[in-house]
């Protein structure tokens, strides 16, 4: 199984994993030794798209059987058999629960596709946890101590540059029980911290209850025993309401880090992207998390290039964001996707210049990044512990200032091998990541 794309594909990759194993498949992590590869795709992006291309193409050679799952897969539906002769069968967003029919039909050298309705119920097939690391242990077994987990599916917002609502459908919640129920196996198995993702969190329930509910799915999951972490991906920022910023400031076991893409600040360039709120109401809306959550750390999402941005825009962008010194962002160049309106827009902005924005960007968020982690260097902080670098000879893991695969980690060294977590002092800062020693080996 490889699973490319966001961590809301690599739960169905679980999913299907589950499905697999429970029909009398074995999985393996070589591909020179499986009888069939599965790719989970994304297709949210030509890059995304290409790199799933080259994943199929570099299996191709291989003896196993190739199947492609996901947001690829429906995107182009039956084309792949067209484009890429070597794929033997072909599973949709909608269609994760077929895995086992498509991957014995691949095997027995028969094609095979499956296009199920989108913007149905959630899946709740089981999953074998491969943790926020991608690993598992070769019983099935939870080995995570971080996992992530999916409330909704879809997306009903229509952002102008975003293929989402096409690809995976309108929003649909999960019942808050079955969240429960989820998240009480997560901890049972081992797991302490859990990372909700969804396309967007907070219109988690309005489909299913006429009204949001992600404060109340809150207020139940902290009371899940064994969890000690519960972090929040994809928080849109024109439904932040002040009840969450409550439950976010008084709920110790929901950390203060929140991800909440905002694309862009300049009012023109929102209302071009179909994106609701305002610059005026994003700057009250930062003010007011630092002031009644002290110590927040917002990671949030730029797009550079979009259609029409001038350079007076960027340079609003640029401002904006050396005023606000947020600690975690990522600027992306705005990519032109067949099928969305904003393909179509005029004022189409060259690639470089769109490549020369999203860097300078960067360069100036690098800066404020350095120096918010030159704050922390004298601080003690609890590090949930991942794993061991033998080139480097020490372990490393991450605290609450830090999500899995867009942040940087904290190496620290030990004495003994650490529990669950630790306590560490942080001594040092290079390139986004944090150095420092177990509190027990300072005593």
């Not at 499905?19 to 790719?39: E, M, P, Q, Y």
């Not at 694309?263 to 360039?269: F, L, N, R, T």
């Not at 032109?336 to 210049?353: K, L, N, Y």
């Not at 033998?390 to 004495?415: C, M, N, Q």
Request: some cysteine; glycine content about 8%.
């Amino acid at each position: 199984m490889i699973s490319l794309g966001c961590a809301k594909n690599l739960v169905n990759s679980e999913q299907m994993m589950y499905l697999l194993r429970k029909a009398g498949h074995t999985l393996t992590g070589d591909v020179s030794d499986a009888d069939v590869n599965i790719v989970n795709t994304c297709g949210f992006l030509e890059s995304a798209r290409q790199e799933a291309v080259d994943q199929i193409l570099e299996l191709a050679p291989l003896r196993g059987k190739i199947v492609v799952a996901g947001c690829l897969a429906e995107l182009v539906k039956e084309e792949i058999f067209t484009e890429l002769p070597e794929v033997s069968a072909i599973v949709g967003c909608g269609s994760f629960d077929r895995i086992v029919k498509a991957a014995e039909a691949a095997y027995a050298g028969e094609k095979f596709s499956a296009f199920d309705a989108l913007g149905a119920s959630v899946s709740e097939t089981p999953r074998v946890v491969t943790g926020c690391n991608g690993e598992c242990r070769p019983d099935g077994g939870i080995s995570a101590k971080s996992a992530y987990l999916k409330i909704s599916e879809g997306c009903s917002n229509h952002c102008a540059y975003c293929l989402i609502p096409t690809i995976r459908g309108a929003h649909v919640s999960r019942p808050v029980e079955r969240i429960l129920e989820e998240a009480q196996t997560l901890a049972s198995g081992g797991v302490r911290e859990i990372i909700l993702v969804a396309q967007d969190l907070t219109r988690y329930g309005i489909d299913l209850y006429g009204a949001p509910r992600l404060c109340e799915l809150l207020n139940k999951l902290c009371e899940t025993e064994g969890i000690r972490w519960i972090r929040l991906h994809y928080l849109y920022p024109n439904e932040f309401t002040d009840e969450l910023i409550d439950v976010i400031a008084s709920r110790d076991k929901i950390i203060k880090y929140i991800d909440m893409p905002i694309q862009h600040c300049s009012d023109e360039i929102l209302r071009a992207m179909n994106r609701r709120g305002s610059k005026k109401q994003l700057e009250e809306l930062i003010q007011k998390l630092k002031e009644r959550i002290p110590g927040i750390v917002i990671r949030t999402t730029v797009i550079t290039g979009f259609p029409g941005e001038t350079q007076a825009h960027h340079l609003e962008m640029c401002d904006f964001l050396a005023r606000h010194r947020l600690p975690r962002v990522g600027a992306f160049a705005y990519s032109a996707e067949d099928g969305t309106p904003a393909s179509e827009f005029p004022g189409q902005v060259p690639e470089e210049t769109k490549l020369r924005r999203q860097e300078q960007i960067m360069t100036l968020q690098r800066d404020i990044m350095d120096s918010f982690n030159e704050t922390r260097i004298g601080q003690t902080v609890d590090v949930i512990y991942e794993g061991y670098d033998r080139l480097a000879e020490t372990f490393y893991g991450r605290s609450f200032a830090e999500s899995p695969d867009v942040d940087g980690k904290i190496f620290f060294s030990s004495k003994t091998v650490p529990g669950d977590f630790t306590r560490v002092l942080i001594e040092s800062a290079d390139n986004g990541d944090l150095f420092g020693t177990a509190e027990e080996d300072l005593l």
